[in-house]
């Protein structure tokens, strides 16, 4: 595996996704929602990354699979995958990752990577409280949350210096 595709602590990527699958298969079968086999290879693709991926990267892989799919199906598949919680869609990229929470009501806050292009999902409890508490003190009811941050990785960072 290349070193770009490593977010910013090692892990073992297989098993990574692997777990994303079943934790599909599980979330969907406790839904009662079909995950078919393009939902799940979209999925998979998605996963098989820690760079984010718009649709027409899926659907190019896709083709490359000798899928004969179309834009639309792509769309389908990844409002599917998002309304089921099993990726997020990174707004300010048009694209999506992989939920490393999926079947957990949490916010999401994303570590974008300028550099590489790598994207890290966090838990931060105490910023959603804060961004609860902030909006709250507004009256105001949020019903979605996410936070992009955008910087450089440790990897960018150190390839920064050594410029």
Known sequence: MAASAIPYRPHNHDACVAQALADARAICQRHNARLTPTRERVLELIWQSHKPLGAYDVLAVLAEDGHNAAPPTVYRALDFLQQHG?????????SFVGCTHAGKSHNGLFLICRGCGNVLELTAPAVAQAVSDAAQAQTFEPEDTVIEVAGLCPRCQADHRDD
């Open 86 to 94: 099993l990726v997020h869609r990174i707004a300010s990229l048009n």
